[in-house]
């Protein structure tokens, strides 16, 4: 079997310190406060489209509500706590995923183009943004 070191708290595994240390380095590069800043943007305009685009008052208004204050929070964590919520990128991404779909998914009579191309464009850079977390995540733990 490996020799490996015990440890009764995480506090106390040796190289907590440098995992923290890289997680404040890479939610310190601009490219990873862009990407927290864009994805808290496109969580608040998804929760707000209803109202932007005219399509209130029904199912996939509350399900764009509900998903986009859920990626607002998300980015929230990213900007927050990095080191704790870097490995939540892919959360992000689903979030987009369903956007893109939701409007097939939650069959209404009211869904419209402009609502179809809403969520798409609007889950797009949610998914793209969401990789991006994903991608930095995997780069800290190459480094």
Do not use: C
């Not at 923290?20 to 990873?32: F, G, K, T």
């Not at 509900?66 to 990128?89: D, K, P, Q, W």
């Not at 809403?118 to 850079?125: E, H, K, L, R, Y």
Request: glycine share 10%; aromatic share 6%; proline share 3%.
């Amino acid at each position: 079997m490996a020799d490996v070191a015990m440890h009764s708290r995480i506090e106390e595994h040796p190289d907590i310190q440098a995992m923290r240390l890289r997680a404040a380095e890479i939610s310190a590069q601009p490219s990873a406060q862009a990407t927290e800043g864009l994805t808290l943007l496109t969580g608040l305009y998804l929760a707000i489209s209803p109202w932007v685009i005219g399509f209130n008052g029904n199912p996939l208004a509350v399900s764009n509500l509900v998903t986009g204050i859920a990626l607002a929070v998300l980015a929230l964590g990213f900007g927050s706590v990095f080191e704790r919520t870097f490995g939540m990128g892919w959360a992000a991404a689903a979030i987009g995923a369903w956007a893109i779909i939701a409007p097939w998914v939650i069959q209404h009579a009211t869904t419209t183009t402009g609502t179809i191309a809403s969520n798409t464009a609007t889950g797009a850079v949610a998914v793209v943004l969401g990789l991006m977390t994903t991608a930095m995540a995997m780069a800290r733990g190459r480094s």
